[in-house]
Nanobody, 128 residues
Framework: QVRLVESGGGLVQAGDSLRLSCASSGRTFSRVVMAWFRQRPGKERDFVAS????????YYSDSVKGRFTISRNNAFDTVYLQMNDQKPEDTAVYYC?????????????????????WGQGTQVTVSA
């Protein structure tokens, strides 16, 4: 079983930077995509960014493109979300997600139903 643990959330001011981490353990050899989603107050969970494990290609939502960067470490067990120039509308609970190679779910990386494993979430609050 795969376990995802997010960390790095907190309270920052608009314009500040923050880096989230997602540590993955368990059956990680069959990972194909890791992603970040967020759920803002009163909203549904939205796609933020994804990292394709083999090709290292990355994708971003329009709202964070140019400000956020998704990456992984050399040990291949942690994915990061570097968030720069943060805005109050970035306030949300941020979730890490992983899709397994053997998943039978539809493969649409920007949709949360495509992912098999989820972390518990980490709160990010951006004050004006």
């Amino acid at each position: 079983q795969v376990r995802l643990v997010e960390s790095g959330g907190g309270l920052v001011q608009a314009g500040d930077s923050l880096r989230l981490s997602c540590a993955s353990s368990g059956r990680t050899f069959s990972r194909v995509v890791m992603a970040w989603f967020r759920q803002r107050p009163g909203k549904e969970r939205d796609f933020v960014a994804s990292f394709i494990w083999t090709s290292r290609m990355t994708y971003y939502s329009d709202s964070v493109k140019g400000r956020f960067t998704i990456s992984r470490n050399n040990a291949f067990d942690t994915v990061y979300l570097q968030m720069n120039d943060q805005k109050p509308e970035d306030t949300a609970v941020y979730y890490c997600a992983e899709r397994d190679r053997n998943s039978r779910k539809p493969e649409i990386h920007s949709d949360d139903f495509s992912y098999d494993y989820w972390g518990q979430g980490t709160q990010v609050t951006v004050s004006a």
